[in-house]
């Protein structure tokens, strides 16, 4: 079992950058799949951008690619998203998710994914 804790939203002018983490409990997370999602008020959970185990493959969003990287380190138990060029569009609360054998098909797919963190708001504004 993983626990997930993201940190590092906020409020940010169009255009500018946030970096997001998520620290992982657990002696296993490099075992696990990881991924961000978010959700706008009024709106679905949607995908973001996931990365392997390994971290040796990523996955964006149509959305957010060119603009989002993804990274993780396994010794120290985290995952980063990395958002540049921020849009009021951006604007949701991100979650973390970790998953074991994600397949690269299912990158994008909520069910895929465990255990999830509590959030974090990021606000952009225009």
């Known amino acids: 079992q993983v626990q997930l804790v993201e940190s590092g939203g906020g409020l940010v002018q169009a255009g500018g950058s946030l970096r997001l983490s998520c620290a992982a409990s657990?002696?296993?997370?490099?075992?696990?799949?990881m991924a961000w999602f978010r959700q706008a008020p009024g709106k679905e959970r949607e995908f973001v951008t996931a990365i392997s185990w390994s971290g040796g493959s990523a996955y964006y969003a149509d959305s957010v690619k060119g603009r989002f990287t993804i990274s993780r380190d396994n010794a120290k138990n985290t995952v980063t998203l990395q958002m540049n060029s921020l849009k009021p569009e951006d604007t949701a609360v991100y979650y973390c998710a970790a998953g074991v054998r994600v397949h690269s098909g299912n990158s994008d797919s909520l069910g895929s994914y465990h255990y999830w963190g509590q959030g974090t708001q990021v606000t952009v504004s225009s």
């Open positions: 657990g002696r296993t997370f490099s075992m696990y799949d």
